[in-house]
């Protein structure tokens, strides 16, 4: 997979999951898909739409963006994620700090960037 493709498929997961999140949040979220492709050493494009990792793609209708502001922001965050060390010390997992998955109670916390809490395994 290309460079753009990549850029591609981790704007969509970052628009989808996080464009109200400010960048940090963003960008941890992309560390987040990152993380999850180098450690299966697959594709952006898999990670994102593997069953039931982010619930935007199995969730929506459609994967077209409808704001066009928030699309170039979380564009912006997914060049600086692709560019930049991770600040998430490996983070494979995260949730939203208002729900409590089960999943949760295994994974070592790593920190909480805007809504969202996030984790290693």
């Not at 739409?49 to 066009?68: C, G, R």
């Not at 998430?88 to 089960?102: C, E, L």
Request: proline share 3%; aromatic share 14%; net charge negative.
């Amino acid at each position: 997979m290309s460079f753009l493709e990549g850029l591609l498929w981790l704007t969509l997961n970052i628009y989808h999951e996080a464009r109200s999140e400010p960048q940090i949040g963003q960008m941890a979220v992309a560390h987040v898909t990152l993380n999850r492709a180098v450690q299966s050493q697959a594709s952006v494009e898999n990670i994102v739409n593997a069953p039931y990792q982010f619930s935007w793609t199995f969730q929506k209708k459609s994967y077209l963006p409808t704001e066009s502001d928030a699309l170039f922001d979380c564009l912006q965050s997914a060049l600086k994620a692709m560019t930049s060390s991770d600040f998430t010390d490996g983070a494979t997992f995260y949730h939203r700090n208002d729900v409590n998955p089960s999943w949760a109670n295994d994974m070592t916390y790593v920190a909480q960037y805007g809504v969202h809490k996030f984790y290693r395994d």
